[in-house]
């Protein structure tokens, strides 16, 4: 182990693979070092492995009804209580963190690469270009997120997909404009210049010279923007336009707990306890992502 | 001779590092009258640091220890926050390098060097201006009522410099500490910036600290100099006797130098090894 | 043939003329300076020889060819350019070996490990700084690859903007000493942008001093080191970067 670690922090590294794991190394020591970003990272690797392995994890069916024992408090065989139906809480919950992260990671998929892509190109071709993809970009951003999901998922049909396309068109803008703004402060630099007089084509430096410059605020903005993603789905949820029955959606087991609320009080707050954390963690592991990216702090990473 | 102005004994300033504790400036100690003192020596040496030290600029985590630092007769390491307000700006003053960085881009030229006044005198308004006039014309700008309207962009980088050395000496302080003043500026301004920080300074008798990476520009503005290297004095001499050097760092930084009037066909290059520079 | 000659050349960012009336010719094998302060329009006319600069008038021919108002891979392979500011010419994401395989890859030369090797050890850097990122290279080190770089496709023509400016003394007569080692063995004609006359004396061989975008004197190194220059900006120039002191210790 002792040796490994020599090898990644080796001042001279012998080939490419081996400077390139020693950088994303020093990253990862950086972050290890901010309490509260550990914590956000656990947060997520608890998730992952809540998504991976629900069915080994959750205790019973999630769909499972059992009208017998309905709305149970939180207790020894259901820990987290027994919803209107009497399906287990905490196996909903269980199985909801894969609807969760499906969600979250196809719209960050989608979308971070669609908003990089414009927002590089409008900032290295400037003129009229750059102005018609940000005329395009401000048409987006200037709808409100929500009323654009929902006008979306309205106009498609209600289901899980239709919430994934929507919410990530309605996210891109915001990375595009990110991508523009970093894009630009490095375009008249002079290595962007040695590049251009070596004979590259503007596809070559966008992709290879550009493109990997912003990855890093594009990295920390959208982490920070998955807190946001998963409480606009559970928004869609709550109406009913997002997962439809009986997917263990969280947003919508909130709004589905809405008529016990006072009673019953974990049928609701248990899967809002669930949004909460997971947002926290990645709100954690955003800024202190951001601490360790700063472009400030420099070229140091 | 009079007292001396400023005396440091062993200067020590150290920064953690993620190798430990790492001293910029090792051991540095000199003491000055009211005379121009070079301090000479390349990114790295500490230089820089020393003089932000004498001035208290350094904070934690950095962290400035001396035997004595002591400006006319006060203990600068025992002063607090509030007493070296006080002193700088009025007793001490600092030229640095860039105007377009150390000039507050959204406030007058005239405007900031009555700040300079403000802070440390009560005087009435009109003899506020007065004296910010006579100022400028001190440092020969010409038009001094046209340039106190001016903001910053809208002056050269010369006259920039003039205005930050006019912001500094208007309180009249007894010592200047002017941290590369020319290396921003064209070379036909600089001795024209550096002539007025040495008439400045000689007609009102106060002290120069000159700090350079430039050797020559040094000897010929300076009584003495030093020479620092990896945060150590390695040499001290007057300036009319540069070229006698006896530090090999010194008589190899100016054998590097190229000379107006060149003939070899390689530069002598500096062997670090010598004394483990940077 | 000439290496570079420019014609008339006026040369213009936006609404602002910032040359006027350029006219030079360089020979090929030649080390020419052109000389002035911040202003002077000598950096604009680097990079309107390199495509950089595309609003101009008049001509510039490079080796004989025409140059076009933008970058041209052909060209690369004749004449490239070493910028002023070794922090920010390289990219800060990539390593050495990177930097130096990127002109290989645009023009699809082969042999990429021996030749980027090849390179390194001209330039006096130690295999061991080839995967290393630009902020693990001191200033020095850096302007060494940013030469390399320029290397790399084999130009004729080297484009030098205040090559050691950013540096300091004791490096900066490595790095001259470098330069003038590369020209003598690979025969390269270099146009050095400069303020510093003293580098002028040492590497090169003729000067032209320019002042608001004009050029007021062409002269000969020789005339610099004797200070015979003509024109009266030259001379006020040359007193103010006179090196008197230190004149007396060199052996």
Known sequence: MASTRAWLLDDSPTSLLQANLGRSYRIVLALMRNPLAVIGAIIIFVLIITALFAPLIAPFSPIGQDLANRLQPPGGTHWMGTDELGRDIFSRI???????????????????????????????????????????????LSMPKLILALAFVAALGPGIENAIIAIAITAWPAYARIARAETLTFRHSEFIAAVQLQGASPFRIIVRHILPLCTSSMIIRVTLDMAGIILTAAGLGFIGLGAQPPLPEWGAMISRGRSFILDQWWVATMPGFAIILVSLGFCFLGDGLRDVLDPKQGDKL | MSPPLLEVENLRVSFPSPQG?????????????????????????????????????????????????????????????????????????????????????????????????????????????ARVLSMLEAVRINDPERVAGLYPHEVSGGMGQRVMIAMMLIPEPDLLIADEPTSALDVSVQAQVLDIIDDLVTSKGMGLILISHDLNLVSRYCDRILVMNSGEVVESCVASELSNAQHPYTRGLLAAMPQMNETREELPVLDRSAWAGT | ????????????????????????????????????????????????????????????SVLGQERSHGVDRQFARICQMVFQDPYGSLHPRKTVDASLGEPLAIHGIGDRANRIEAMLEAVGLDRRFRFR?????????????????????????????????????????????????????????????????????????????????????????????????????????????????VQQIQD
């Not at chain 1, 969760?100 to 908003?115: F, K, Q, S, W, Y």
Request: glycine share 10%.
């Open chain 1, 94 to 140: 269980v199985y909801g963190a894969r609807i969760t992260l499906t969600i979250v990671a196809l719209v960050a998929v989608i979308a971070a690469p669609v908003g990089l892509l414009v927002g590089a190109i409008a900032g290295y071709f400037g003129g009229w270009v750059d102005r018609v993809m940000m005329g395009i970009t401000d048409v987006f």
């Open chain 2, 21 to 129: 504790r790492v001293e910029v400036v090792r051991g540095v100690s000199f003491s000055l009258g009211k005379e121009r003192l070079g301090i000479v020596g390349e990114s790295g040496s500490g230089k820089s640091m020393t003089g932000r030290a004498i001035l208290k600029l350094i904070r934690s985590p950095g962290k400035v220890t001396a035997d004595k630092l002591m400006f006319d007769g006060l203990d600068i390491l025992a002063q607090s926050e509030k007493q070296m307000r006080a002193i700088r700006g009025a007793r001490i003053s600092m030229v640095m390098q860039d105007p377009k960085f150390s000039l507050n881009p959204v406030m007058t030229v005239g405007a900031q060097i009555a700040e300079a006044l403000v802070t440390h005198t009560k005087l009435p308004r009109a003899e506020i201006k």
């Open chain 3, 1 to 60: 043939m000439n290496a570079i000659t420019l014609t008339d050349l006026d040369i213009s960012y936006g609404e602002t003329q910032i040359t006027h009336d350029i006219n030079l010719s360089i020979a090929e094998g030649e080390s020419f300076a052109l000389v002035g302060e911040s202003g002077s329009g000598k950096t604009t006319v680097l990079r309107a020889i390199a495509g950089l600069a595309p609003e101009w008038t008049g001509g510039i």
């Open chain 3, 133 to 245: 990122f630009p902020h693990q290279l001191s200033g020095g080190q850096r302007q060494r690859v940013a030469i390399a770089r320029a290397l790399m496709l084999e130009p004729k023509v080297l484009l030098l903007d205040e090559p050691t400016s950013a540096l300091d003394v004791s490096v900066q007569a490595e790095i001259l000493n470098l330069l003038k080692r590369l020209r003598r063995e690979q025969n390269l004609t270099y146009l050095v942008v400069t303020h510093n006359l003293p580098v002028v004396s040492f590497l090169c061989d003729r000067l032209a001093v320019m002042r608001y975008g004009r050029i007021v004197e062409v002269a000969d190194v020789a005339q610099l080191k004797s200070g015979q220059l003509a024109n009266a900006y030259s001379r006020e120039l040359y007193a103010a970067s006179g090196g008197t002191l």
